[in-house]
């Protein structure tokens, strides 16, 4: 019998195109200081879906910015890839907000942290759930005035009609919850977990819905009700 291939072997020139996108993407010019966004040295981003859904938040405060958001997108080793939180090809956009002159490692930890916190709460108002992937909460904290950020595409368009197609990312999203509540059954977790899989399920069952209502709209009077 022939090897079950992975998602990488499935299609490794899509998977190099996609690398280099989101490299595009974190060499992108930081209007404000003319420097590379991913090169920032501290930061908080947010991934948004095919939808403009705000899905995952995130900050680092030990790596360069494009350091820790390659590793989320190229299937590096992330708790929340690992976790199957986060599903890298669902990302179509990235926000970034760099910083770039926090002096130590105190004020760091004190900015970004009150910086995840404002990004997270825009986050959550902005989304139609209310809620992101994150299996964690920021720590409640005050917020911060952000400096300009940049939000860019990491999906070329020769290839993003594919991956988001809606079939396909039904497909991909079910996989994504079967894995995640495979991974809950077999361990203790925490409740955060347990809620991330939650707004996956809702997530797919809005995705199915507005599906099903375009192929039966598509279908017209052919549709037969089982």
């Not at 079950?4 to 209007?31: C, F, H, Q, W």
């Not at 991913?38 to 030990?62: L, S």
């Not at 997270?120 to 909460?137: G, P």
């Not at 347990?194 to 375009?214: D, I, W």
């Given at each position: 019998?022939?090897?079950?291939?992975?998602?990488?072997?499935l299609s490794?020139?899509?998977?190099?195109v996609?690398?280099e996108?989101?490299?595009?993407a974190?060499?992108?010019?930081?209007?404000?200081?003319g420097?590379k966004v991913?090169d920032?040295?501290?930061?908080?981003?947010?991934?948004?879906?095919?939808?403009?859904?705000?899905?995952y938040v995130?900050?680092t405060k030990?790596?360069?910015?494009?350091?820790?958001?390659r590793r989320?997108?190229t299937?590096?080793?992330?708790?929340?890839v690992a976790?199957?939180?986060?599903?890298p090809?669902?990302?179509a956009?990235?926000?970034m907000?760099?910083f770039?002159d926090?002096?130590?490692?105190?004020e760091?930890?004190e900015?970004?942290?009150?910086?995840?916190?404002?990004v997270?709460?825009?986050?959550?108002?902005n989304?139609?759930?209310?809620a992101?992937?994150n299996?964690?909460?920021?720590e409640?904290s005050t917020?911060?005035?952000?400096?300009?950020?940049t939000r860019?595409?990491?999906?070329?368009?020769d290839?993003?009609?594919?991956?988001?197609?809606p079939?396909?990312?039904?497909?991909?999203?079910?996989?994504?919850?079967?894995e995640?509540?495979?991974?809950i059954?077999?361990r203790?977790?925490?409740?955060?977990l347990?809620?991330t899989?939650?707004?996956?399920?809702?997530?797919?069952?809005?995705l199915?819905s507005?599906?099903?209502k375009?192929?039966r709209g598509?279908?017209?009077?052919?549709?037969?009700?089982s």
């Amino acid at each position: 019998m022939a090897k079950k291939r992975t998602k990488k072997e499935l299609s490794p020139n899509r998977v190099r195109v996609l690398y280099e996108a989101v490299k595009a993407a974190l060499d992108t010019k930081d209007e404000e200081s003319g420097r590379k966004v991913g090169d920032a040295p501290h930061g908080v981003y947010a991934f948004f879906d095919y939808d403009g859904e705000p899905i995952y938040v995130g900050q680092t405060k030990e790596d360069k910015m494009r350091v820790r958001i390659r590793r989320h997108l190229t299937n590096q080793r992330t708790d929340a890839v690992a976790m199957r939180v986060l599903d890298p090809y669902e990302v179509a956009e990235i926000e970034m907000w760099p910083f770039w002159d926090i002096s130590s490692k105190a004020e760091a930890k004190e900015i970004l942290n009150r910086a995840e916190y404002t990004v997270y709460q825009m986050a959550i108002a902005n989304s139609e759930f209310k809620a992101v992937l994150n299996e964690k909460e920021p720590e409640e904290s005050t917020t911060i005035a952000l400096p300009e950020s940049t939000r860019v595409s990491i999906v070329p368009e020769d290839i993003r009609q594919e991956l988001s197609h809606p079939d396909t990312r039904v497909a991909r999203r079910a996989r994504t919850i079967a894995e995640l509540a495979r991974i809950i059954s077999e361990r203790q977790v925490n409740p955060g977990l347990r809620k991330t899989l939650l707004v996956q399920a809702q997530r797919l069952q809005r995705l199915a819905s507005e599906r099903y209502k375009e192929v039966r709209g598509e279908a017209g009077d052919n549709f037969e009700d089982s």
